[in-house]
């Protein structure tokens, strides 16, 4: 590859805020929910990079091919790739792509392809930009005129009216890089604001670690929310805990292990219950059914789906809730966005889907 920059190259990262600045020196962008990735084009060689430097090209063919269609011969650009279905980013069917079997990911790329938007310039022709102001990197990105290039402004206001509203499509924050600034390879030279979020949820089963023993150390809760007809549905996962919280979580929780009477056991129409057959599981998958006694509060920054909507990323543990009866963990507590699609975020229209 004849690139004046080759892969591995590490993208340019950010840094936590608690919310968007007044800052007349940045340049806001959305924070699109997907894989980083780095595409490096010298002729008809491609390669998608991810965010570790591993090549993600059998996982992504059609953007392989695309982006040997889209782009100029000798180019290297750094964005995201993102699965959209039904109008908003879909990360669990953007995460099915990472599949062993070549028949799988073929299969997928039909049913579900995936799309790369670009938000940085780094190497055109022989010129490296890296040390480039970042408004001059955009404008010659969109010089390139071919592209899905993400929206920006140098507006803390229109940002702020971005963080809320394109979170309806899927996106999960606002990113921030000065304007005037260069890109800055494994620096987290960025800002990045995300939505976070709490709510009561109920303990209603868990799965052991995959590497112990079963029944000696906890890999997740599953947690639930009941509707207004009392039906307690699956909204996601809280894990993540340290090897001892494991181990006391199992032993913790032993005693609530149940094969009777539990909420899942016997699905009602529309109640969504964890593992459930779909297009990516062909048979329901294993869990140990808890009676729905806990409540704990978990941290989460989005939602997805129709309704029962579920969380879009695994909960993160605040604290038990002792002081919560399950009954009351319902979902009027979770704050659902309005919709929006994809596309309009790509225009950076400012509308609702259902305005």
Not at 17 to 46: H, M, Q, S, T, Y
Not at 104 to 124: G, I, K, Q, Y
Not at 207 to 218: N, Q, S
Not at 279 to 306: F, K
Request: contains cysteine; aromatic residues 6%.
């Amino acid at each position: 590859m004849d690139l004046p920059l080759t892969p591995p190259l590490q993208p340019m990262l950010a840094s936590a805020v608690d919310a968007i600045p007044d800052d007349d020196g940045l340049l806001f962008e959305p924070k699109w929910d997907g894989f980083r990735c780095v595409v490096f084009r010298d002729g008809d060689e491609v390669v998608l990079q991810s965010r570790s430097g591993k090549p993600l090209n059998r996982y992504f063919p059609e953007v392989e091919e695309e982006m040997r269609r889209l782009l100029p011969p000798r180019v290297v650009v750094d964005g995201e790739l993102v699965v959209a279905h039904n109008d908003e980013l879909d990360f669990d069917a953007l995460g099915q792509r990472i599949h062993p079997a070549a028949s799988r990911v073929t299969l997928l790329s039909e049913e579900t392809p995936a799309t790369f938007v670009a938000f940085d310039l780094l190497a055109l022709g022989d010129r490296v930009l890296l040390d480039e102001p970042t408004t001059t990197r955009r404008a010659e990105l969109l010089a390139l005129g071919s592209l899905h290039v993400t929206p920006a402004t140098t507006s803390p206001e229109l940002a702020r009216e971005w963080f809320t509203l394109f979170e309806g499509a899927g996106l999960d924050g606002v990113m921030g890089k000065p304007a005037d600034g260069p890109y800055t390879p494994g620096k987290r030279t960025m800002i990045k604001v995300k939505h976070a979020r709490t709510a009561d949820a109920v303990v209603a089963g868990l799965r052991w670690h995959k590497d112990t023993e079963p029944g000696t150390a906890v890999g997740s809760l599953l947690l639930g929310l009941y509707d207004d007809n009392g039906l307690l549905h699956h909204i996601g996962v809280v894990g993540s805990f340290k090897a001892a919280e494991r181990r006391a979580l199992a032993a913790e929780l032993a005693g609530l292990i149940t094969t009777d009477d539990h909420p899942w056991a016997a699905p009602q129409p529309g109640q969504r219950i964890p593992g459930e057959i779909n297009r990516w599981r062909s048979a329901q998958a294993e869990y140990v059914p808890l009676r729905p006694e806990r409540v704990l509060e978990i941290h989460y920054t989005q939602t997805e789906g129709e309704h029962p909507v579920r969380l879009r990323h695994n909960g993160q543990f605040a604290r038990w809730r002792p002081d919560r009866e399950p009954e009351s963990c319902k979902y009027d507590q979770l704050d659902i966005p309005a919709r929006y699609d994809v596309a309009a975020v790509l225009r950076g229209e400012l509308k609702a889907k259902d305005a």
